[in-house]
């Protein structure tokens, strides 16, 4: 399963008493385009971006990880062989004990290739070599002087971006309930980790002011 949704044996410990339209991000109605959630409040409609909704979600749950001690990891069944240029390898295999912290275990194989060992638990399946390729970007347009510690959240970022569902994923609609009741738990889930709204609230009044019911 994907990170921060209940499997179907966790679902009925994450159902809430209550109308769910009644809470702040209403009750899922619909999904479009594979990427937006529809959801009814009592006094409107709220459009969430599940991309970017759940991006934050997972950037949250690695901050509070890290702050327990350490992301939790989840060891690869065959180890994955990741090709880079001989620079950008040296560069993630320099930052090993960092990445470790950050549920990430990685080691030289030969000059320009990482052995990636292990990732953290929360990104569930993930791109293992877009992953790292992706940090070995940051570490090169930052700098390797720049310890990974200062630039915790731009990292935790990019972790968080490949363990969250992506626009075009189908949700079932218990699926797209827990999110909304996820971001409601989660600080900031408002916007995502590069500053943009991850839902937009139209309340009834102005919808039908569209309508010129107004």
């Not at 009814?40 to 909704?53: E, F, K, L, M, S």
């Not at 290739?113 to 930052?142: H, Q, W």
């Not at 510690?149 to 972790?159: F, I, K, N, P, Y």
Request: hydrophobic fraction near 45%; aromatic fraction near 4%.
């Amino acid at each position: 399963p994907w990170v921060g949704f209940p499997t179907a044996d966790a679902a009925p410990r994450l159902r809430v008493e209550g109308d769910p339209a009644d809470f702040p991000l209403g009750a899922a109605r619909a999904q479009l385009h594979g990427t937006y959630i529809v959801a009814q409040t009592r006094d409107g409609v709220v459009i969430v971006d599940q991309h970017a909704a759940h991006e934050r979600l997972v950037y949250e749950r690695m901050k509070a990880e890290m702050a327990a001690g350490g992301v939790a990891r989840q060891a690869l069944l065959l180890p994955e062989v990741v090709e880079l240029d001989p620079a950008e390898a040296q560069r993630v295999c320099a930052r090993s004990g960092e990445l470790a912290a950050l549920g990430l275990i990685v080691e030289a194989f030969g000059p320009g290739a990482v052995l990636v060992r292990e990732t953290p638990a929360l990104l569930g399946e993930t791109d293992v070599g877009g992953l790292i390729r992706d940090i070995a970007d940051d570490l090169a347009e930052n700098g390797a002087a720049l310890a990974l510690g200062e630039r915790l959240a731009e990292v935790c970022s990019t972790l968080a971006c490949h363990g969250s569902v992506r626009a075009g994923r189908r949700l079932t609609g218990p699926e797209m309930d827990a999110l909304l009741r996820q971001m409601e738990a989660t600080p900031h889930s408002g916007q995502c980790n590069h500053g943009r709204p991850t839902y937009v609230e139209l309340k009834l009044a102005d919808i039908e002011r569209l309508f010129g019911r107004r």
